[in-house]
């Protein structure tokens, strides 16, 4: 089953062409590997695969569902059931613990019933290896530590794609490791993942290489 | 709304508590102006309302031209339409105390029936007994503050053409009817004694159509009796004298004081887009886990409701508080009246409360919009940077040409900076035009009626008998006439009050060459000599409920004395005391008499306050030795501090709702600049980085802070024009007319305080933003 199906996108800043005609698919359960030098137009796919931007031509289907035929809020509250973002800069909320973090997306999904939400972050952060960080606010956490927690926060709704934008560039290499080992477990949990990176780790890992070069896709 | 996003909100508060802090100062402050002034309005027009029925002014006064007896009043009392009655009479004496001066203001003497029941045209005994013993006066409260005279003093008094005896003050009145004895420069007395030319009636109703007619019928009735009625004294029923004046105060600083208020709440509507800047990221954040932009309305409409509550709690006992003080002062100061009910109409603190939490949120509505529909692309491109990019003085180096470069990449800030500051200015400097037009009215009226002296006499007096008195420079002999609008037939009717001043009408004969009165004519011409019909009058008089024009015919009785005189010009005076000027001839012909001047108008050498009353003195010093009797000898001195007191209270309003603006307003760009250092953290740290030292930084902030101050000036010139101009045609209208002023001292005071209260305000910014460490920049999420 494709999880991904991505058709003669084409994206524009302007006049420069950031993405020329991409067209690929990612089967259910694939880990892939989004690669390229600077400009190549790696992260602009990633944001149109998280509904983040929307292409200047073709179409984007993500989990079955047709991106380009969904309104800014429906694209939220599709994004928040169905893909897991995780950013190079973790992006995690300052002025909530990190368990409130990761319960947030399941405040806003509303799948989870309430008296379960803390619980399930827990459950989360446990899965990450930082429970016991849970009630702590995410300033006083560490780099790998914060970026283990918004892992678990994109799996807060338990969703079928995760979507990471260098995932390990603001890490140390043990720290890198040890979210790259994350994603392989949870990618041996059936997930769909899409990391765009530099990282030739990342690469090591994953099941598929999507090589970019001036906005097409070149292998 | 979620749980999550209600600790968020809570933390978030408590993460900006300063900010916050400033917020709910900023909508207090406005709120209690507001709130205070709301209030003020109600509780003074209510309490002058009030206060003056409480002394059960008469309806209408008769004046007659001989005393009237007890049994006529009890005929009177019988007629139709009259509620009750009183027999009056009054004089303006000279006075001295026990100095053994005459003082240049007169006393105004109101004489009573011993038994008089005190049910029309009343006052409050507030020490002493009424009726006082023989030989004794009561005064009025204020009046004995004026006189600087004491309970049981001796006190001299001399009526016009009758001889100086001398009575004991017994005690101390207080009268509301009247017009403050210090506004006035005017003391009040209160006698018995046995002959009454007044006739007062209480008639029932408000309708001053059907007072008029009660009166005329009354006066038929007098006059069937033999009696001559000169003229029928109808004043605004249940009006005090300064109801108008009051009303168009209060009105005046309302505007300022609700603008006062939306001006806040533009201020923290502006903080709050600061706030919501930093919370871009967040919002981006929020929306990439699946919040949707509703959902993100939610908290912060929510913060700024809370803020706005908070600020209205705590401005609204202030509010109230103040609203007392304040109209306790001005019932006091210029009303001379006590206050004695506080209480406000519950929809008043009903809208108070409304307008603390509604204006707020809706000014905050449009930032919170833009902030909750940001999109994760739109706050993942977010680092507190450009709005634009701009060409500005690219290729130039130097602070002053990054900062103005700084300014005009980002717009939005700038607009709303400049912006706050700039209704700020407008409202300053439009309250200091406004200040300005009233004391250019003042110093016009000085110009107008170019007078150091007036000296009244009891007899015929020429110029001559006091050309030469040391101090003197010039005189002119003139003659005053109370008048009234005659129809034939018909009694005359006017509006004046029983102080005989205000609402009072006047034909004053002047030398058609006058040097003392240089009026600005709107229509026609002056007079000449020769005219002996003509008048000029002054614009705000109406004939028929039209104002009058060259050509009308204007029909006055004066003592009873049908006259008839064509308008040959309209004259504009500042402060119109309701005269028509005639030549000395004319009032000759139409009085049937002889003209006799019992008025003199003396200019001195010196015009300071000391030469004035030496003059003064002189005069009258001269002028008894020539055998003739001063009743009064006024220095201009007097009428001015009269015409400040008249002005005391809108005037320190307007300069306090000024300074309040103005606060507002370096408030506003103080917080904006904090926000844009803030958000331009990252900025600072690759300034730092790329070697700029910390005074570099600190004067490029700075000097963004005055740049924005400059345009906040610059932007505020024309709207504080046009706000002056609409200001000044207002109060034009509803008071006195105002020349068009402005105020260079406000504009350069707001100049300097915007200028220099800009550095200051973003010097802390400036300070925390050379202090950045290129890490901690850098780092900043």
Redesign the interface.
């Known amino acids: 089953m494709t999880a991904i199906h991505v058709d003669q996108v084409s994206k524009m800043y302007g006049r420069f062409t950031a993405l020329d005609g991409v067209s690929l698919k990612i089967a259910e359960g694939e880990f892939a590997a989004v690669v390229g030098k600077s400009g190549s137009g790696k992260t602009t796919l990633l944001?149109l695969l998280?509904g983040?931007?929307r292409p200047t031509g073709g179409r984007v289907e993500v989990a079955g569902t047709d991106l380009g035929a969904l309104a800014?809020?429906e694209l939220?509250?599709w994004?928040?059931?169905t893909v897991g973002?995780v950013?190079q800069?973790?992006?995690?909320?300052p002025?909530?613990t990190v368990a409130?973090n990761v319960?947030?997306?399941m405040?806003?999904?509303g799948r989870i019933p309430?008296r379960e939400r803390r619980s399930r972050a827990i459950e989360l952060l446990a899965k990450v290896g930082i429970e016991d960080q849970a009630g702590k606010l995410p300033g006083t956490l560490s780099g790998g530590q914060q970026q283990r927690a918004a892992v678990a926060?994109a799996l807060?709704?338990d969703p079928p794609v995760l979507l990471a934008d260098e995932p390990t560039g603001n890490l140390d290499s043990v720290s890198g490791r040890a979210v790259l080992d994350l994603f392989t477990r949870l990618n041996g949990e059936g997930r769909t993942i899409v990391i765009v990176t530099h990282e030739r780790e990342v690469r090591d890992v994953a099941t598929r290489r999507i090589e970019m070069a001036d906005g097409q896709v070149r292998g | 709304m979620?749980?999550?996003?209600l600790?968020?909100l809570a933390?978030?508060v408590?993460?900006a508590k300063g900010r916050i802090a400033l917020m709910v100062i900023v909508i207090g402050v406005g709120l209690v102006a507001f709130s205070t002034i709301l209030y003020t309005r109600t509780i003074v027009d209510r309490e002058i309302g009030r206060s003056y029925r409480a002394t059960e002014p008469a309806s209408a006064t008769l004046l007659l031209r001989d005393p009237v007896d007890q049994a006529v009043l009890n005929g009177v009392r019988a007629l139709p339409g009259v509620r009750d009655t009183a027999l009056r009479a009054q004089f303006d004496a000279r006075w001295r105390g026990a100095d053994g001066r005459w003082s240049a203001d007169p006393l105004q003497t109101f004489v009573y029936a011993p038994g008089d029941p005190l049910r029309v045209a009343r006052f409050r005994v507030e020490q002493g007994t009424w009726p006082p013993p023989p030989g004794g006066i009561l005064i009025e409260r204020v009046a004995m503050r004026v006189m600087g005279v004491h309970v049981g003093d001796p006190l001299t008094i001399r009526e016009p053409g009758g001889a100086p005896r001398t009575l004991r003050i017994t005690g101390v009145v207080h009268d509301p009817s009247l017009a403050p004895a210090d506004n006035e420069a005017k003391g009040y007395g209160y006698v018995t004694g046995q002959a009454f030319d007044q006739v007062k009636l209480l008639v029932d109703g408000e309708d001053p159509a059907m007072i008029t007619r009660v009166a005329r019928d009354v006066g038929a009735w007098l006059r069937a009796r033999g009696l001559t009625v000169e003229e029928i004294q109808v004043p605004p029923p249940f009006q005090h004298p300064h109801q108008g004046q009051m009303n168009a105060i209060t009105a005046v600083v309302l505007v300022f004081a609700a603008l006062a208020f939306v001006l806040s709440s533009f201020l923290v509507a502006t903080l709050l887009g600061g706030l919501l800047t930093r919370h871009i990221?967040?919002i981006?954040?929020?929306?990439?886990?699946?919040?949707?932009?509703?959902?993100l309305f939610q908290p912060y409409l929510l913060m700024i409701f809370l803020i706005g509550a908070v600020a209205t709690l705590l401005a609204f006992a202030p509010g109230v508080v103040a609203a007392r003080l304040f109209s306790g002062r001005i019932l006091d100061r210029m009303l001379n009246m006590d206050l004695t009910d506080v209480s406000v109409p519950a929809w008043e603190n009903v809208a108070v409360v409304a307008a603390g939490v509604a204006i707020p949120v809706l000014l905050a509505l449009a930032p919170i919009t833009r902030a909750a529909?940001t999109?994760?692309?739109q706050a993942?491109d977010h680092h507190g940077g450009a709005d634009r990019a701009t060409a500005f003085g690219k290729g130039r180096g130097g602070i002053v040409l990054m900062a103005l470069r700084n300014l005009t990449r980002r717009r939005t800030r700038l607009a709303l900076s400049a912006g706050l500051l700039a209704v700020s200015g407008t409202l300053f400097v439009a309250a200091m035009n406004v200040y300005a037009s009233f004391q250019g009215a003042i110093a016009d009226a000085g110009d107008q009626h170019s007078v150091d002296v007036e000296v009244r006499t009891a007899g015929p007096v020429t110029a001559a008998a006091v050309r030469g008195v040391p101090g003197v420079a010039g005189v002119e002999a003139w003659r005053a006439e109370s008048a009234a609008p005659a129809e034939p037939g018909q009694i005359s009717v006017t509006a004046t009050y029983p102080d005989q001043g205000h609402g009072g009408f006047r034909l004053v004969a002047v030398p058609p060459d006058t040097a003392m009165l240089r009026v600005p004519l709107t229509q026609g011409r002056w007079l000449r000599p020769g005219d002996v019909d003509a008048a000029v009058v002054n614009q705000s008089r109406q004939i028929g409920g039209r104002p009058v024009r060259v050509g009308d015919t204007l029909a006055l009785s004066i003592g009873g004395r049908l006259t008839s005189w064509h308008v040959i010009g309209v004259e504009q005076e500042v402060f119109p005391q309701g005269s028509a000027y005639v030549t000395p001839e004319g009032l000759a012909r139409a009085t049937g008499r002889p003209y006799e001047s019992d008025l003199l108008m003396v200019t001195t050498v010196r015009h300071d306050p000391g030469a004035r009353a030496a003059a003064a003195d002189a005069v009258e010093t001269a002028l008894s030795q020539a055998g003739v009797q001063v009743t009064s000898s006024t220095p201009r001195t007097r009428y001015d501090q009269a015409v400040d007191g008249h002005m005391y209270a809108m005037l320190a309003v307007l300069l306090a709702i000024a300074g309040a603006l103005g606060l507002v307003g370096v408030i506003g760009l103080a917080g904006a600049m904090s926000s844009a250092v803030i958000e331009r953290t990252r900025e600072f740290g690759i300034l730092h980085a790329i070697g700029a030292p910390a005074g570099a930084v600190r004067r490029l902030v700075v000097a963004e802070g005055v740049f924005t101050a400059l345009l906040g000036c610059l932007l505020a010139v024309v709207p504080a024009l046009a706000l002056t101009a609409a200001l000044r045609s207002g109060l034009s209208r509803m008071f006195v007319p105002l020349p068009f002023r402005m105020s260079v001292a406000a504009m350069v005071t707001w100049f300097a305080v915007v200028v220099v209260g800009a550095a200051l305000a973003v010097l802390g910014p400036a300070v925390r933003a050379s202090r950045l460490t290129v890490r901690d920049a850098l780092a900043r999420?």
């Open positions: 944001n998280a983040i931007d800014e809020s939220a509250r994004r928040g059931r973002l950013f800069f973790f992006q995690l909320l002025t909530l409130e319960a947030l997306p405040e806003f999904a309430a926060r807060a709704n | 979620t749980r999550l996003l600790v968020k933390r978030d408590s993460a990221p967040h981006g954040m929020l929306k990439a886990v699946g919040a949707s932009s509703r959902r529909r999109t994760v692309r993942l999420d």
